[in-house]
């Protein structure tokens, strides 16, 4: 098993540019997140997703579109990059149960100029 | 409002025990968790407590009090590999949601 992926590495972009960052999980999981890990304030969450179809915001939601067309895949779009959203991006996945643990990607450095 | 406050920094020494606390205050509470981050990788996971007392993995043990609002991740016989960050979180009591703590930076010196 590959776990949960995430593609690219590593980005820059210029401020207005679009992208999307995709996230893959090969472990049937139900729950999907995306995070952003800025220096001293831990991880944030952007969206998240309880299932195929379904999407929800999290505490910092603006300026991010998602999707979760299927069940292995949670997509992070970024319309209109801008300096404030350079960071490291993690999505995580994680059974339905309340005491099952997020397995993360390797995270997706973002830098926008 | 949702806050979690863990020491930025701590350092300690190879072989010794080391305590990291963590205190919080959410809206709701369905269990505390903490993940372990080295420089430049993923969070992994490490241990999580929804009932008070004591869980033993290891060198690893977390403490939860409910009614306090606190835990502490004990780290027993350190070594130089531990040296990484350490993140407290709390998932709210829908389960959907993790509240994450900025971390505690923990350095190993020989």
């Known amino acids: 098993n590959a776990g949960v992926t995430q593609t690219p590495k590593f980005r820059v972009l210029k401020t207005g540019q679009s992208m999307t960052l995709l996230c893959a999980q090969d472990?049937?999981?139900?729950?999907m997140y995306w995070y952003r890990q800025d220096p001293g304030m831990g991880l944030r969450l952007i969206h998240y997703?309880?299932?195929?179809?379904?999407?929800a915001k999290g505490e910092v939601p603006d300026g991010y579109n998602v999707s979760r067309l299927k069940k292995q895949n949670f997509l992070l779009g970024l319309e209109s990059a801008a300096p404030s959203q350079t960071s490291v991006y993690f999505c995580?996945?994680?059974?339905?149960?309340?005491?099952?643990?997020?397995?993360f990607g390797p995270g997706t450095r973002l830098t926008v100029l | 409002g949702q806050n979690i406050d863990q020491p930025t920094e701590m350092t300690a020494t190879e072989g010794a025990i080391v305590q990291i606390n963590c205190t919080y205050q959410?809206?709701?509470?369905?269990?505390l968790f903490w993940y372990q981050q080295h420089a430049g990788e993923a969070p992994t996971f490490l241990s999580y407590?929804?009932?008070?007392g004591l869980e033993e993995k290891g060198r690893f043990s977390s403490f939860l009090s409910r009614s306090k609002g606190y835990s502490y991740l004990l780290l027993k016989e350190l070594q130089m590999k531990d040296s990484a960050s350490y993140l407290c979180a709390v998932r709210n009591t829908g389960g959907f949601k993790t509240i994450f703590g900025a971390g505690t930076r923990l350095f190993v010196k020989a």
């Open positions: 959410t809206s709701g509470f369905n269990g």
């Open positions: 472990m049937n999981h139900e729950y």
């Open positions: 997703s309880v299932g195929e179809g379904t999407t």
């Open positions: 995580a996945s994680t059974p339905r149960l309340a005491g099952d643990e997020q397995f």
């Open positions: 407590n929804v009932l008070d």
